[in-house]
């Protein structure tokens, strides 16, 4: 006794920075397929030509992201049945927000250039030779910065996010959360310029909290309230010099 | 497009409007009952210190908090940057101070 | 509707923006208008009357609701950015909402 194949409709996305369209692809329905597998079986089976990025399978590395249905999702961790609907329809395009290399593949310079921009560096307050400071696990602060350190870099906020969409000059959710994480380490050696950073144009003041990144991160992190954070901090820096 | 001073001065100028916006909503609840007129508003506003001084200073902060709110709203729709961007928001608050001082003077100040 | 605009706080966003940009838009007409009282009460006055049309009466809910609408959005934000408590985001925007249906709503009764 057989079960009968049922197949996905898949609309891809192909082309590259200048033009491009859907194309549509018929793929056969398998128990606990996620996106990545879809994705992976078209290239392997209907068009080695289609160009994606992919790397763990296993939601650690960020690499896989793309617009499923319309939302910013890790593939590799998104099984088809949460989110095509009883049509059986998908479509799968490359990260918003980002020029795009090649048909999947979107160009992460931007997101990472940014990243790097808010502090992404680690840049040390202590040499080898000095003790190691004592940091308390239950302090504020390092409870703050271990909300955000999970970040895997896949930009999912990035592409959820509007205001990355109407200003090309703001840093993102991604980087000011790192921003925030690091603002919070007490072993970060140069936290004031990332302070100074995050307060110029195209910093955390731009965010309208429209929580679309927190909405999706994959890995429940909350870039909207680090960034509530940071202009709480950096209105209350600006008080203090002042006054 | 917007830096700390910009985002501080929308966020005071609106926790400075928030008891004028209560305070003129309930007048307006008020005022309307049995329809609006000239001489009404006049009685009650004109010679008055305190609406003088209440209305002064929610124009001069709304002219602060709508230029900014305008300045986004361009920026990120048109993509307007830079100094045709700091033009248009100083513009737009300078039209808003203007009209608004001359409301409130029409109002509050008797001829 | 799918996708990544799909959610309370991105339509509460949306709400905010639109009623800014509407009372924005207005504010050069309500000046204007306020400074005809003294220049020209009959002027005034004869606006005044115009505002007994029932559709002047629902753009003048609607103008309330703008108003009370950006002014409970406004306090929330104030409320995610400056007070440290981890908000229920959702409920707040709700209630925003509710406030502001409540305080037009009791402004349109009185017009009426």
Redesign the interface.
């Known amino acids: 006794m057989s079960e009968q194949q049922e197949y996905l409709d898949v609309s891809v996305w192909r082309g590259d920075a200048s033009s491009g369209d859907y194309q549509s692809f018929r793929v056969p329905e398998y128990a606990s397929q996620t996106i990545l597998d879809v994705v992976s079986w078209i290239q392997q089976n209907a068009d080695p030509t289609l160009t994606y990025r992919f790397a763990c399978r296993v939601g650690m590395c960020g690499s896989c992201a793309m617009m499923v249905n319309g939302s910013p999702r890790w593939t590799c961790r998104t099984h088809v049945k949460k989110v095509a609907g009883k049509d059986r329809k998908l479509k799968i395009a490359p990260l918003r927000n980002l020029p795009v290399i090649k048909d999947l593949a979107a160009d992460m310079a931007p997101f990472f250039d940014k990243w790097v921009k808010a502090g992404g560096r680690h840049a040390p307050s202590a040499t080898r030779n000095d003790p190691i400071p004592q940091i308390k696990p239950e302090s504020a602060g390092r409870d703050a910065a271990n909300a955000g350190i999970e970040c895997i870099n896949c930009s999912v906020c990035y592409a959820a996010c509007d205001t990355v969409t109407g200003n090309p000059d703001y840093l993102g959710p991604a980087a000011l959360q790192r921003a925030w994480t690091i603002v919070n380490d007490e072993k970060h050696g140069n936290r004031d310029a990332v302070i100074e950073i995050v307060s110029a144009a195209g910093g955390c003041h731009n965010c309208h909290s429209m929580g679309s990144c927190t909405l999706h991160c994959p890995n429940d992190l909350d870039p909207m309230s680090a960034i509530a954070g940071l202009k709480r901090l950096t209105a209350r820096n600006f008080f203090k010099r002042g006054a | 497009m917007l830096n700390i001073r910009l985002y501080l001065a929308q966020r005071i100028s609106a926790m400075i409007m928030v008891p004028f916006v209560i305070t003129h909503i309930a007048v307006m609840i008020y005022a309307i009952q049995g329809g609006l007129s000239a001489a009404e508003i006049l009685g009650r506003t004109q010679g008055s210190v305190f609406w003088f001084l209440f209305y002064g200073m929610f124009v001069a902060a709304v002219s602060v908090h709508a230029a900014i709110g305008v300045r986004v709203i361009v920026s990120e729709t048109t993509g307007l940057r830079g100094s045709a961007l700091s033009l248009l928001s100083g513009a737009s608050f300078l039209l808003f101070l203007f009209l608004g001082a001359r409301a409130v003077m029409a109002v509050t100040v008797s001829a | 509707m799918?996708?990544?605009?799909n959610?309370p706080?991105?339509f509460a966003?949306l709400l905010h923006?639109l009623s800014?940009?509407g009372?924005?838009l207005f504010?050069?007409a309500?000046?204007?208008m306020?400074?005809?009282?003294?220049?020209n009460?009959e002027g005034?006055?004869g606006f005044?009357?115009w505002?007994?049309h029932p559709l002047v009466k629902f753009a003048e809910f609607g103008l309330?609701f703008l108003?009370?609408v950006h002014?409970f959005g406004?306090?929330r934000?104030?409320a995610?950015?400056?007070l440290?408590w981890?908000a229920r985001?959702k409920t707040l925007a709700a209630a925003s909402i509710a406030g502001a249906f409540l305080?037009s709503g009791?402004?349109f009764l009185?017009?009426v």
Do not use: I, K
């Open positions: 799918r996708g990544h605009r959610h706080l991105w966003f923006r800014g940009l009372l924005a504010l050069p309500h000046f204007w306020l400074s005809m009282v003294l220049t009460p005034f006055d005044a009357r505002t007994d309330v108003l009370a002014l406004g306090l934000l104030l995610l950015e400056f440290p981890p985001h305080v009791a402004f009185n017009a």
